[in-house]
């Protein structure tokens, strides 16, 4: 009998104890590659699997997202630094882009930190280890202990190893609630975040870090609002990975003027090749979506030849029938579609604003409901110095344009445009005994990210 009770009690033990643990997770990493897992504005190696963890050594500093979004969930997993004061973090509800001009997405994040990261007082900083924030934007309602800055929700105590050794993070984080545990006890908390559905990434920021053991449990869904859903990436694939002018075309000659400064692409429009100055994607593109975040650094140039364009695409003009021009400080650049410079969307300091077709608008064969399609309906361009961001669609022949998240050219069909063609970010000006000529580009890119069709 004592026999037969053992028999019967052992599977009961087991069965309690996979659903007090395991029941109902699954892995996030098969511990052989990065299935399931997509680079975000980093190089496709800069978290690599190895010896069954994630790993980065920190450059450049971006994230590493889910393929898809997740709303409530209980994530855990195991970290390690492998530096004293190595910073990362784990991002919850992310966008699938990084925020305009920044390396991170707008979300929630969880900190890395290791325990020697040098501040003036253990826990007593504006940040420390497993503490929780909004980042770019997203709401957060702090809770429990506040970090001394009252931007933060901190842990009640520290309860990390000190690298290398391992760590354990639990996070459970339900219908915008979140709770972080630290090697087994909730340390954490914070509430009502927005979004509250969206990508976990990995923060690659500097210093090398290792996962493992990453696993994800989902919860029912508490239906969120549109305006709590994080940006959808779905498909996107970045065309800039911060370090390297990999899948483009550096003009022959340029002798260094295209430029990767702190992971941007600088260009100061001096380039010394002797013909193509722009520089050119390696890949050819037919329908496609294109993100880019871009920013003018300064306009040295006062354009005498600046006018004020009309919604019908013609520019205003005087009694005589003469263009009345507006002079203005100016830089110039663009972005060619489909392999011809023609087919351009601007950058510049106009009146009508960045995401007009100046190629498209004054040929005058054309008809003029297409001149006029390719006017932006609005200036949506932040003052010089800040960054933007263009959103770009090309299906077959017709073309829309979002700039900073305004609709500037709706939509328009252009005769005549090629079926296929690379893209380029392009050269414009030229200096002559010291002075600027045309309106330079003295400009920069980041954040470039391409789904086709």
Request: overall charge negative; hydrophobic content about 35%; aromatic content about 10%.
């Given at each position: 009998m004592?026999?037969?009770l053992?028999m ?5 033990i087991?069965?309690?104890?996979l659903?007090?643990g395991?029941?109902?997770?699954v ?10 897992w997509?680079?975000?504005n ?6 690599y ?18 393929e ?17 004061g190595g910073?990362?973090?784990l ?5 699938g882009f990084?925020?305009i001009?920044?390396?991170y ?10 325990e ?14 497993g ?8 709401q957060l ?7 001394p800055?009252g ?5 009640m105590e ?7 050794e391992?760590?354990?993070y ?18 954490t908390?914070?509430k ?6 969206g990508y976990?990434?990995?923060e ?5 870090i290792?996962f493992?053991?990453?696993?994800i449990?989902?919860?029912p ?8 859903i ?7 694939v970045p065309?800039?990975?911060g370090?390297?002018?990999d ?19 600088d ?8 013909g ?9 593109f037919?329908?496609?979506d294109l993100?880019?975040d871009?920013?003018i ?6 354009n005498p030849?600046?006018?004020h364009?009309?919604p ?5 003009m005087?009694a ?9 400080p ?5 972005i060619?579609?489909?392999g011809q ?15 007009e ?5 004054k ?7 297409v ?5 932006p ?9 800040e960054w ?12 829309r344009?979002?700039l900073?998240g305004?609709?500037v ?5 252009i005769?005549g ?7 380029a ?17 003295l400009v920069?890119?980041?954040n ?6």
């Amino acid at each position: 009998m004592k026999i037969l009770l053992k028999m019967f009690l052992i599977p009961l033990i087991v069965h309690a104890s996979l659903i007090a643990g395991e029941i109902g997770f699954v892995n996030m990493f098969n511990g052989d590659d990065l299935g399931g897992w997509v680079p975000c504005n980093i190089a496709a190696d800069t978290f690599y699997a190895e010896d069954g963890m994630i790993k980065t050594m920190g450059h450049p500093v971006g994230m590493l997202r889910t393929e898809r979004m997740y709303e409530n969930f209980i994530m855990e997993f195991e970290w390690r630094h492998m530096e004293p004061g190595g910073n990362s973090g784990l991002f919850i509800w992310a966008d699938g882009f990084p925020s305009i001009g920044s390396p991170y997405s707008r979300g929630i994040e969880i900190q890395i930190l290791d325990e020697g990261f040098n501040r003036p007082g253990k826990n007593e900083w504006y940040t420390t280890q497993g503490d929780v924030f909004p980042v770019n934007g997203a709401q957060l309602t702090l809770a429990g202990r506040i970090s001394p800055n009252g931007r933060r929700s901190f842990p009640m105590e520290e309860r990390t190893q000190a690298s290398p050794e391992w760590n354990h993070y639990r996070v459970e984080a339900n219908n915008g609630d979140i709770s972080l545990s630290i090697n087994g006890k909730e340390v954490t908390i914070a509430k009502a975040a927005n979004p509250r559905m969206g990508y976990l990434m990995l923060e690659s920021e500097g210093a090398e870090i290792h996962f493992r053991n990453l696993k994800i449990m989902e919860l029912p869904s508490t239906h969120p609002q549109p305006y709590e859903i994080a940006e959808n990436a779905d498909g996107f694939v970045p065309l800039f990975d911060g370090l390297s002018f990999d899948g483009w075309k550096v003009p022959e000659g340029d002798n260094g003027h295209w430029k990767i400064v702190n992971q941007v692409m600088d260009y100061d429009a001096m380039s010394e090749a002797g013909g193509e100055k722009s520089l050119w994607s390696e890949q050819s593109f037919r329908d496609f979506d294109l993100v880019v975040d871009w920013r003018i650094k300064e306009t040295p140039y006062t354009n005498p030849r600046m006018y004020h364009v009309l919604p019908d695409g013609l520019e205003e003009m005087d009694a005589a029938g003469n263009p009345i021009p507006y002079p203005a400080p100016d830089s110039d650049s663009g972005i060619y579609l489909r392999g011809q410079g023609k087919y351009q969307v601007n950058i510049w300091c106009w009146p009508v604003g960045s995401g007009e077709m100046y190629g498209v608008r004054k040929d005058m064969k054309l008809p003029a409901e297409v001149r006029a399609g390719v006017t932006p309906i609005r200036k949506a361009d932040r003052p010089v110095g800040e960054w933007n961001q263009f959103f770009i669609s090309v299906r077959g022949n017709h073309v829309r344009v979002l700039l900073n998240g305004q609709v500037v050219i709706p939509g328009v069909e252009i005769p005549g445009m090629p079926e296929e063609g690379p893209l380029a970010l392009q050269h414009h000006g030229h200096m002559v005994d010291g002075k600027w000529k045309s309106s330079p580009s003295l400009v920069q890119f980041r954040n470039i990210f391409v789904r086709e069709y």
